[in-house]
């Protein structure tokens, strides 16, 4: 059987306990033999070595096929520490420049929206997010803090080049599915320098997608949309930031964050791509067994896709599809979660 080079990094709060039941389904559903090294990254370490991501650690991380990412972040650890210098360097290391977010409305699974009125055909749309640029690069600095005259900038870096890649694949996405349909989100009347690059190479590279049907919504008012007609997004192209947020949002009216998976991606395959829920650490409910782990299982039927293995990640998705139309109102741990999607994986 072919091997898959696993790394994992389960992280701080609940990304143990979410990890281990994405493990389990995975081990349950493959004919791959899952090489898996885990990584102690997250807080942990940091309290203990002071250490975030040394070197050879991220050096080691890119001989593997594919990463499993917990969850990283903790209260006892400045804010934008374990952000920055693990989670975001792991990105920007590996050029993982795609952040693949589905939001998908499964049967049987409540949303906060009145769906059969606000969507009565079904929620499924995917974000491509950018993920190496935008506002996150760390571009921008602070004078005179802590006077009256503090002043503190934040540069949102848009390149050509980084913008380009992002459109372009978020155009072959599109074409893949049925309604062939991109919204660009940005905010271009008032952020006018990139939001001029970005419709430009919307326009550019559409020109290679002649079956795909572009629009814009500015970035506000796709929150409106997101609330009150979702069933109009098939694939949503957006900056850094405004798909960070957008996310959570899209990942709240189908279900709520437990269930919202991503794919940190490297398209060109240069360098393995990570896979984590969209979710944080949790750290008011770890330890417990109350976290849901479905969206780090989605998480790992995306990894098995990226890999190449579609028949995997689709049995993976129909046992996710069916244990959520039977969960009803049933308190369960997140370990007979996982127990339950593993079995049902197992068969189908
Ligand atoms: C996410 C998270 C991260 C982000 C944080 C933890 C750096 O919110 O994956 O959505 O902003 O990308
Ligand atoms: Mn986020």
Known sequence: AETVNLAVIAGDGIGPEVVAEGLKVLDAVTTAKVARTEYDLGARRWHATGETLPDSVLQELRDHDAILL????????????????????????????????????????????????????GIDFVVVREGTEGPYTGNGGALRVGTAQELATEVSVNTRFGVERT????????????????????????????????????????????????????VDAATIYLATDPGRFDVIVTDNLFGDIVTDLAAAVTGGIGLAASGNINPDRTTPSMFEPVHGSAPDIAGQGKADPTATILSVAMLLEHLGRADEAQRIEQAVAADLAGRGDAVRSTSQVGDAIAAAAAQG
């Open 70 to 121: 917990g969850a990283i972040g903790d209260p006892t650890v400045p804010s934008g520490v374990l952000e920055r210098q693990l989670l975001l360097r792991i990105r920007f290391e590996l050029d993982h420049y795609i952040n693949l977010r589905p939001a998908k409305l499964f049967p049987g699974v409540s949303s906060p929206l009145d769906v059969a009125r606000v969507a009565p055909d």
């Open 167 to 218: 459109v372009r694949d978020a155009f072959a996405r599109a074409q893949t599915r049925e309604r062939k349909q991109l919204t660009l989100l940005h905010k271009h009347n008032v952020l006018s320098y990139a939001g001029h690059l970005w419709r430009r190479t919307v326009e550019e590279v559409g020109q290679e997608f002649p079956d795909v049907s572009t629009a814009y919504a500015h």
